[in-house]
C-alpha cells in the first residue's frame, strides 16, 4: 500500500524497500481555467547536487533538453506539453545502482514555461503531486500531493531523493520560487 505524505516529511525509500533499484518519480497536475488565451506548459527536472546542494556541471540538469545523464541513473521520459488526461504528466527515472557516488541529492522540481510572458503562475495549477513507484513491479511506493499553497510562484521544488547512510531517502518539500526556471537554475549553482 502506498504511504501519503505531507510537505516536510522524509522516508526511507531502498532501505525500507530491499531489492528497489529503478524507480519512477511520477509527476502530475491540473490547471485551473483562466482567460488568459495560453495553454499551460509545465516542466519537470532534475538537479543533481553534490554534498552543498550544488550543481557541478551542466549534464547533472536534466530537463526538456538534456533527457539522459551520462551515468544512465537519471533519465526524462519526455516533455508533455498539455498536462491533459489521467495519471502522471511527466516521469524522471532514476537507477540508484548508476548514479554516480558525487552526486548526494537529486533535487526534482517544476517549472511553468514562460510564466512571466503568459501571466501564469502555480496558484493556477490544482491537484499537484509527486509519487514514487518500482519501475520493477508498478508498485505505488508513496504518494506526496502539494496541495493549493501557492499563488503568484512559478516554480516549485517537489522533493529531493539524498543519500543517507549508504541508503537513498525522500523529502517531500513543495517549496515555492517566483522567476521560474532561471531562479531554480541559480539556486542550485548554475550559470544561467
Known amino acids: 500500500m502506498s504511504i501519503n505524505l505531507s510537505k516536510g516529511q522524509r522516508i526511507d525509500l531502498t532501505k525500507t524497500n530491499p531489492g528497489l533499484t529503478k524507480a519512477i518519480i511520477g509527476l502530475g497536475w491540473d490547471t485551473n481555467h483562466?482567460?488568459?488565451?495560453?495553454?499551460?506548459d509545465l516542466d519537470a527536472s532534475a538537479f543533481l547536487t553534490d554534498e552543498n546542494g550544488k550543481v557541478v556541471q551542466d549534464h547533472d540538469f536534466i530537463f526538456y533538453n538534456n533527457l539522459v545523464h551520462p551515468s544512465g541513473g537519471v533519465e526524462h521520459t519526455g516533455d508533455?506539453?498539455?498536462?491533459?488526461?489521467?495519471?502522471d504528466d511527466e516521469q524522471i527515472k532514476i537507477n540508484f545502482s548508476k548514479v554516480p557516488s558525487s552526486i548526494h541529492r537529486i533535487a526534482i522540481t517544476v517549472t511553468i514555461h514562460d510564466a512571466e510572458v503568459?501571466?501564469?503562475?502555480?496558484?493556477?495549477?490544482?491537484?499537484a503531486f509527486a509519487r514514487v513507484v518500482d519501475e520493477e513491479s508498478g508498485r505505488e511506493i508513496l504518494r506526496f500531493d502539494l496541495g493549493e499553497d501557492f499563488s503568484v510562484e512559478t516554480a516549485v521544488v517537489i522533493c529531493e531523493l539524498y543519500r543517507h547512510n549508504g541508503d537513498w531517502k525522500f523529502n517531500a518539500i513543495g517549496s515555492g520560487f517566483s522567476g521560474g526556471l532561471?531562479?531554480?537554475c541559480r539556486n542550485y549553482g548554475l550559470t544561467v
Do not use: I, K, P, W
Open 80 to 87: 508533455n506539453r498539455t498536462g491533459e488526461g489521467e495519471g
Open 118 to 127: 503568459r501571466s501564469q503562475n502555480f496558484g493556477q495549477v490544482a491537484n
Open 34 to 40: 483562466y482567460d488568459g488565451g495560453h495553454d499551460f
Open 182 to 184: 532561471a531562479a531554480l
